[in-house]
C-alpha cells in the first residue's frame, strides 16, 4: 500500500506570495473599516481636557458627518493604508515562511 503524501511534504518550500497578498488585503481591509473609529477616538483623546471632545462614539460620528461631511471620516486613511500594508505583508510572509522551516527542521531532526 502506498502512503499519500502532500505536495512537497518531503522539500522545504518557499512561502508562496498568497501570503503576501493575504496581508496586504486583510490590512487594507481592517484599516479601512476601523479607521472611522481611530479617529474619533483620536479626536476624543485630543480634545478630552477643552470642552470640545464628543460625549460617545456615536456623537462623534453624528458630528463629523453633520459638520464636515463622510469623506472626513477617512482623512488621513492613505498613510495608514501604506504602513499597514507593509506591516501585514512582511508579517504573514515571515511567519509562514518560518513556520516552513520550523516543520522542514523538526522533521530531519
Known amino acids: 500500500k502506498k502512503k499519500m503524501s502532500l505536495p ?9 506570495n498568497d501570503r503576501l ?3 496586504l488585503l ?3 481591509a481592517v484599516n479601512s473599516i476601523l ?7 483620536t479626536r476624543i483623546q485630543a480634545h478630552s481636557g477643552s470642552g470640545r471632545a ?9 458630528n463629523i458627518l453633520r459638520t464636515e461631511g463622510p469623506h472626513a471620516l477617512y ?5 495608514q493604508l501604506i504602513g499597514g500594508s507593509l506591516v501585514w505583508t512582511t ?3 515571515f511567519y509562514e515562511y518560518s ?3 520550523w516543520a522542514s527542521q523538526n522533521k530531519q531532526a
Open 8 to 16: 512537497n511534504e518531503n522539500k522545504t518550500q518557499k512561502p508562496n
Open 75 to 79: 482623512q488621513g486613511l492613505l498613510p
Open 54 to 62: 464628543y460625549s460617545s462614539l456615536m456623537s462623534g460620528f453624528s
Open 21 to 23: 497578498w493575504a496581508g
Open 26 to 28: 486583510a490590512a487594507n
Open 35 to 41: 479607521h472611522p473609529l481611530h479617529l474619533i477616538q
Open 91 to 93: 508579517h504573514f510572509y
Open 99 to 101: 513556520k516552513q522551516r
